[in-house]
T-cell receptor
């Protein structure tokens, strides 16, 4: 596609529910990154992939968070048993090897 | 950690040049300096990057000191639409990606 597409744009979920956030990167982009951003703060790294391989997941806050990119294109970030502190904007970005990122519009997650 | 230091906020008069400083005293020889900006609730947007030479594109100029320990992003004629948070990031340039580490950035306010 022309840009990085994320869905849904907004997600409200009850505490304890699982959520899945989707990222469709720019076609052909090798690297895909997940960040989350709290209001008034810079993006916080979560994890990234090169093709289908997860290269670094050191930013995932705990084992309720997981991500996959099974075919090296679309990625899903899953949060199990959501908690209120998980509420944030979740941003996906993709890049060609060695170049800067292109970010998507993000998914705003609200846990109530 | 972000490995860069930026002032938390700056003001600039519309039509004047905005000069945003960044200190990166621990930068390694193979690390580039990247600048991104984030307007309101949009995703971060790539502006420019460089290694040691000054760089210019249609958006901005990047001046890197000879010792590479600091740099300045210059918006030559700031407009109200340049009001944003500007992030200075150092990152290794390689073929397999590396996550960007965003600090708090500089909140630039362009005043009419």
């Amino acid at each position: 596609g022309a840009g990085v597409s994320q869905s849904p744009r907004y997600k409200v979920t009850k505490r304890g529910q699982d959520v899945a956030l989707r990222c469709d990167p720019i076609s052909g982009h090798v690297s895909l990154y997940w960040y989350r951003q709290a209001l008034g703060q810079g993006p916080e790294f979560l994890t990234y992939f090169n093709y289908e391989a997860q290269q670094d997941k050191s930013g995932l806050p705990n084992d309720r968070f997981s991500a996959e990119r099974p075919e090296g294109s679309i990625s899903t970030l899953t949060i199990q048993r959501t908690e209120q502190r998980d509420s944030a904007m979740y941003r996906c970005a993709s890049s060609l090897a060695g170049y800067g990122y292109t970010f998507g519009s993000g998914t705003r997650l609200t846990v109530v | 950690d972000a490995k860069t230091t930026q002032p938390p906020s700056m003001d600039c008069a519309e039509g004047r040049a905005a000069n945003l400083p960044c200190n990166h005293s621990t930068i390694s020889g193979n690390e580039y300096v990247y600048w991104y900006r984030q307007i309101h609730s949009q995703g971060p947007q790539y502006i420019i990057h460089g290694l040691k030479n000054n760089e210019t594109n249609e958006m901005a100029s990047l001046i890197i000191t000879e010792d590479r320990k600091s740099s300045t992003l210059i918006l030559p004629h700031a407009t109200l639409r340049d009001t944003a948070v500007y992030y200075c990031i150092v990152r290794r340039e390689d073929n397999y990606g590396q996550n960007f580490v965003f600090g708090p950035g500089t909140r630039l306010s362009v005043l009419p």
